[in-house]
Every structure is written in C-alpha cells, then in structure tokens.
C-alpha cells in the first residue's frame, strides 16, 4: 500500500525507558544505577530528544510491579519507573517543542480524571500532549484495584471506546474561545460557550463539563498500541498514531495496509494515522563498532530476567523446559495476543530455541532491530518509510544515554541529507509536528449538521 502522502518527512517518536530497552544495559559501567527514578537523567534524555529534533517522548506504563518472578524483578532495572502523567508535566516546564505522551489505562481508572488530567498537560506544555490508550494487559495488577479477575480483551476494548468517547467530549466541553476575561464587564467565561456532557452509556455516565478549556491542540493526540484485531479497529476508528511491534519489513507492510484499509468504513482518510513500529538502532561509526557494542550489551544478558520477559508476554511459565529445547504448544491467553503472535511467529518461522527466543527478546522486546553505521540505519528507516511500511517509528534505545547520543550524531544527519526529516520543528503543537489536523469541537459540528439539516 503506497503511503498517503509519499513527500512527507518520517515521524520519530522515542520509547523512553531510562533503564534502557536491553535487560542488562543498566549494568555498563556508564549507565545511572537509579536511571528509571533519576529525575535529573530523565530531563537530560528529555532535553538531548528535543535537541536532535524529535516527535515525541512515550512513556509506557502498568498499574502495578512490571511482572511477579520476584528473582527477576531482584535484577530487572525497570522494576521502577515513574508515573507517566506526574513525569511529563516536569518534562513540559523544561522543553519547548518534543511532545509528551503517556501510556493512562481505561481499565481502572475513570474519565473524567483522565480527560482532566491530559486537559492540564495541555495547557502546562502549550499544545503537546498526547494519550496512549491502553487497556492493561497484565491480569496480576486487577488485585491493586480490588478486583479479583482481569475483565476480558475485547470487553476491555468495548469498555475503553465508550471511554474515550466520554473523554473526548469533556475535553469539548467549552469552545475555544469561551474565555473572554474582560475585566470592565467582570465577566471571564461566556456560558453560551459551555457545552454540558450529560453522557450515559453502558460502562460510564459523567455530567461535566470539564473545569478546563479546551486544549491549544482541540484534543491531544490520541495514539494506540495495540495490534490485535479489537486493536486494529480501535486504531483505524479513533487513533492518530499506532505504536505496533513488527520484527521485518513484510509483516509491517502487511500491518500498515489492514489498519489504513480500515479507515475509510470510519469516514477517515489514511493521512490521518501515523504508524510507527518500534525500532531499536544499535548504531557505530562502522559496522564492527555496532557489532562490538551489540555484543558488549549480549555479554550482560540475564537469562533469568529475559527468560522472565518471555514467559511474560505469552502467560506461559518456561523456566522448567530445556533452553535448547524449541518452543512448546502455548495456550490461549487473553493479554498481549498480538505480542505473543509475534513471539511465536518468529520462533517457529525460524525454528528457534528457547534460549535464543529469550537472547532475541531480551534485547529487542520483539521489535525491529538494525546494527550497524548511521547509513545503514537510515537505509532501513527508508525503505520501510518509502515502500508502505511505516510513517515513522518509535525509536527503542538498547541503552542511555549511549544510544540516544549515537543516534543523534550518526543517524539523523543522514537522514536530513536525503531530505527524510526536518531541520526545525514545524509548528508549536504536537499535531502541527506530526502533521496531523486539529479536530473540530464536537458540539459545533453536531451544530452545523442540524443547520445543513434544517
């Protein structure tokens, strides 16, 4: 499928893990011990992001312990992170232009929090916000909330439609020019600008309005991560950037066409969805320098927390089989299903052991991975963006500030030379960034269509 607009710049996100994406980068003798609840290192990662031009910070999140193999967790540097919402808001008070996006589930939280939540963002960062719609994957953390079961994937996903729906129209709650502060009449709001939600639907009922105005950017950005067939349809009706995992080039042409072939039955155009795969670049100024720094993070591999990793992702215990043993039946599960997919896709189609399952898992976390010169980054960045794989990507770093740095110094130069990014920001906002349309308030446009009607 040929990308809609073939002489548009690629996007380029960065999945910002502190830690580092590869489970044994916090070990390298450069990397902070405590990078993952460092304030001052995130900031310094934030700031080196804006400089080298880039879309947007992605904070993943979970609403709990990242997993519960507690002799992992004693090794795993990402077992603590910060909340993504009370993070960005620091981010946005020491940068200017990189959007700030932040993982928020719609499974235990409510949406009037949420939608007040990304309405101050917004407001603190100037129009640079952006939510990642997730469901929460992981059953364990059902028990942080009172729950004794996890609800099932695709009553989540129904759930979290209806709950973005209700956040949207809060965030709509006052036009974009209700407040008039006019200090000689005393009045600072015009209620004839006030649109009261008064929603009631199956999962949610919320009055509003909101007690913010509304965004610089109309909405945040709304991105979505996930790749099953409930998440491909959420993604072609609601979202504005998919963040998905696709180890090669085929499997992301095939994924890029089934989610923008979608659109048009939602009345969208493929323009405005921005997919962008995770990528991880490990990156020297020659090949046998990024093979020598692939093979010094290989070196602090631990099978345990990788193993973990794995086990994880497919709700398969595999610490009791043989490493070098291939990889067994899985039953189905009813968490990351496009994940495990992934997982098992790759091993089977390349008749992998567990061992080399985890020592690939480990390092990339299932994602698109390219060692080697600043060239032949930019060479695979290009094809995929050229050929209908991808609009951009969401860059993984194996490690920090190491791979950051690398990036920014061998990577984006190149891709500026053959016209593939910008050499300045385009505008204020993330959706200027990105190249995305401001949405029209909903109430004015329910007003138009009753005028046309009438």
């Known amino acids: 499928m040929p990308r809609p607009d073939a002489n548009d710049h690629l996007k380029l996100g960065v999945f910002l893990l502190p830690s580092g994406q590869h489970v044994g980068a916090w070990r390298l003798p450069e990397s902070p011990p ?15 992001c804006e400089a080298g031009l880039l879309d947007f910070i992605f904070l993943a999140d979970v609403d709990g312990m ?51 939540k990304f309405a101050s963002l917004e407001q603190i960062s ?9 469901t929460s994957v992981w059953a364990h953390v059902a028990a942080n909330f009172g729950h ?3 609800r099932e994937h695709d009553d989540r996903y129904e759930r979290a439609a209806e709950f973005l729906q209700v956040v949207q129209g809060l965030w709509d709650s006052w036009d974009d020019e209700a407040i008039v502060a006019d200090k000689e009449t005393g009045i600072f709001v015009d209620i004839e600008k006030l649109h009261v ?25 709304i991105v979505q991560a996930g790749s099953s067939e409930a998440g491909r349809e959420m ?45 991880m670049p490990i990156v020297g100024r020659t090949e046998a320098e990024a093979r020598a720094k692939f093979q010094r993070l290989a070196d602090l591999l631990d099978p345990e927390v990788a193993l973990s990793y794995v086990s994880r992702f497919t709700d398969t215990d595999l610490s009791g089989l043989g490493l070098d043993d291939p990889l067994p039946e899985l039953k189905d599960i009813d968490g990351h299903t496009s994940r495990k997919n992934l997982i098992v896709e790759n091993a089977r189609r390349n008749g992998l052991t567990i061992r080399q399952l985890y020592e690939w898992f480990g390092v990339s976390r299932g994602h698109f991975c390219v060692v080697g010169t600043g060239e032949m980054v930019v060479d695979q960045l290009e094809e995929w963006f050229r050929t209908g794989a991808a609009d951009g990507f969401n860059l993984m770093f194996a490690n920090l500030p190491g791979g950051l740095d690398d990036f920014i110094a061998h990577v984006l130069p190149e891709l500026q030379r053959r016209g593939l990014y910008r050499t300045a920001y385009e505008g204020a906002t993330l959706r200027e960034n990105l190249g995305l349309a401001r949405p029209q308030d909903a109430f ?5 269509e009753s005028a046309v009607t009438a």
């Open 34 to 48: 405590r990078a993952g609840v460092d304030y001052g290192f995130v900031q310094s990662l934030a700031q080196r």
């Open 66 to 116: 990242v997993q519960t193999n507690w002799s992992a967790v004693s090794r795993d540097a990402a077992a603590f992170q910060f909340e993504p919402m009370t993070l960005l808001s620091a981010l946005a008070a020491v940068t200017r232009h990189i959007g700030l996006v932040g993982s928020v589930s719609t499974e235990y939280n409510m949406p009037f929090h949420v939608a007040r």
């Open 126 to 134: 100037g129009g640079r916000a952006g939510w990642n719609v997730v």
């Open 148 to 150: 004794s079961a996890h």
């Open 197 to 221: 939600l008064n929603f009631e639907g199956d999962f949610f009922a919320s009055a509003g309005p909101l007690p913010m105005p509304r965004s610089p950017q109309g909405w945040p950005v």
């Open 235 to 279: 993604a072609a009706r609601d979202a504005e950037v998919v963040f998905t995992a696709q180890f090669d080039i085929a499997s992301a042409k095939a994924f890029y066409a089934d989610v923008k072939g979608r659109m048009p039955a939602f009345g969208r155009g493929a323009a405005a969805l921005k997919i962008m795969p995770g990528m």
């Open 444 to 448: 004015l446009h329910r007003t138009a």
